[in-house]
């Protein structure tokens, strides 16, 4: 194994708490020679703000080492010679990726929260908006999924950062990109044309792009659904689910049942499976 592709919330923090021993097993990682890459579906920050928020956790990145989903879904529509206005629904991540590609966003409702009937019959869609971004926002209001179906019905692309329901943080599971893209699809009866985060082929793309040998890497990750799938599709030569965020071994029994997919190795967390 020549690189590790590792997952962010649920390996290597929760929240902004820093899971314990993680800064040990990046530090070993690296002097073992491994080649690091952090992969997140979490789309509420650029590269350039993970790479901060790593610094402020007492670790050092460079941000062609992160691949988050706000970065897949911006470099999507950049593949795709995109040439209108994109509308977000999601954290600033998203809205700075597309900046840094050069791609315009559209304001949409601004901080409007509700959206009458009155309202409704009146609501003027930029003819410019050619795809609405869909992603976690801890902001979302009926005016925003209003507009973004609205958008959509028209015809705008409707990209997807990640299908993620949520995160375990805290009390619970904290609801993620995935609810909000359930509400916009039931809104405008239209599914996304791309999920741009795990386990997209798109991404795996991303990641062969960078020179990421698949069959030489090591995929770590908390969810069966996306980061265990992810490695599995791309072919892997291992991956790893940690018990450290939202799944547990019920969920990989559920799987074998279902035929689902299932990780080489169950750890509890990240430094345990360097016997740290």
Request: proline share 4%; net charge negative; with cysteine.
């Amino acid at each position: 194994v020549d690189c590790i592709v590792m997952d962010c919330d649920g390996v290597l923090w929760q929240g902004d708490t820093l899971l314990p021993g993680v800064r040990e097993s990046i530090q070993l990682l690296r002097e073992m020679g491994k080649r690091l890459v952090f992969v997140t579906n979490n789309s509420n920050k650029s590269r350039r703000q993970y790479v901060h928020k790593f610094e402020k956790l007492g670790i050092f990145v460079e941000k062609e080492e992160v691949f988050s989903a706000a970065f897949a879904a911006a470099a999507y529509l950049k593949t795709q010679k995109f040439a209108k206005k994109a509308m977000v629904i999601g954290g600033q991540g998203i809205v700075d990726e597309l900046n840094e590609m050069y791609l315009e966003v559209d304001p949409g409702v601004f901080n409007a929260v509700q959206c009458t009937e009155m309202d409704w019959e009146e609501l003027d869609i930029d003819p410019d908006c050619g795809a609405v971004i869909v992603g976690q926002d801890t902001s979302f209001t009926y005016a925003k999924l209003a507009y973004a179906s609205l958008a959509i019905q028209r015809g705008a692309v409707f990209v997807a950062t990640n299908p993620d329901a949520g995160d375990a943080i805290g009390p619970g599971l904290m609801p993620g990109a995935g609810a909000i893209v359930a509400a916009v699809e039931k809104a405008s009866g239209v599914s996304p044309e791309i999920y741009a985060g795990k386990p997209s082929a798109f991404l795996l793309e991303l990641l062969k792009g960078n020179r990421v040998d698949m069959a030489r890497t090591l995929v770590v990750g908390d969810r069966l659904d996306t980061d265990i799938a992810f490695g599995r599709a791309g072919g892997a030569g291992a991956t790893v689910l940690t018990l450290s965020g939202v799944c547990g071994l019920e969920d990989v029994d559920a799987a074998m049942e279902e035929g689902g997919d299932i990780p080489n190795h169950i750890v509890q967390s990240l430094p345990h499976m360097l016997g740290l």
